[in-house]
């Protein structure tokens, strides 16, 4: 399949269809057994996680709640604890940005779960990468807060033109994220469908899976 530069694309289909596993061999932590992953003219498939044009979003936000604001985020920048000058600026810039300024030295396990939400983004953020890969990463707030998420992800993506792929099981949530969908269904992609075509006319696998 081929998708857009600059697209937010939503990939759905059953539990165990493949999803995750596909966003694995994107992200480098899976070899394919056959095919390759190109992002613009450049192959992926010899490259390291690290050294990939992608940043991931994972469910469970992946931050270490005994460390501070800063300190999570400025993981994205380096892997020592002491930042310089430079360095602060850029996560004081990101966390203004998804509205958390202020919160630099409070520890992520005394956060909400909107706000820890937002630190995760923000460090997806400052990685500066161009694809972002989504994993339900808000599957676990309330439908206010996800609705409130799931815009400040397609407004910063838009700003800085980032491709952008979300798994998610909540069709509600691919109809307004994303104007496209990957169907994964048996461990094959299909599409990429107009995402409101794909959930009026579902196929039977979709069918069976959202319940209609």
């Given amino acids: ?21 596909l966003f694995d061999a994107l992200a480098g ?22 050294k990939r044009p992608i940043a991931m979003l994972f469910q469970d936000n992946n931050l270490f709640p005994h460390m501070n604001v800063t300190q999570n985020i400025g993981l994205a920048l380096t892997q020592k ?48 990468r161009p694809v972002w ?18 815009a400040l992800v397609a407004e910063t993506a838009s700003e800085s033109n980032a491709t ?8 509600k949530d691919a109809a307004r994220f994303a104007d496209s969908s990957l169907l994964v269904v048996d461990g094959e992609v299909q599409g990429p469908f107009e995402t409101q075509d794909l959930l009026s006319n579902p196929p039977d696998a979709l069918k069976r899976y959202l319940g209609t």
């Fill in 164 to 171: 952008v792929l979300m798994i998610t099981h909540d069709p």
């Fill in 133 to 150: 890969l989504l994993d339900e990463p808000f599957s676990a707030l309330g439908p206010g807060l996800k609705a409130e998420m799931l």
């Fill in 1 to 21: 399949f081929e998708i857009d530069e600059g697209a937010q694309i939503a990939i759905i289909g059953p539990s165990g269809a493949g999803k995750s596993t």
């Fill in 29 to 50: 932590f899976l070899k394919p057994v056959s095919g390759t992953i190109h992002w613009r003219d450049l192959a992926l498939d010899a490259l390291t996680p690290g």
């Fill in 81 to 128: 604890r002491r930042l310089n000058a430079d360095q602060k600026a850029k996560i004081s810039r990101v966390l203004a940005r998804v509205g958390l300024d202020g919160l630099e030295d409070r520890r992520v396990s005394e956060l909400s779960g909107g706000q820890i939400s937002r630190v995760a983004l923000a460090r997806l953020l400052l990685q500066d």
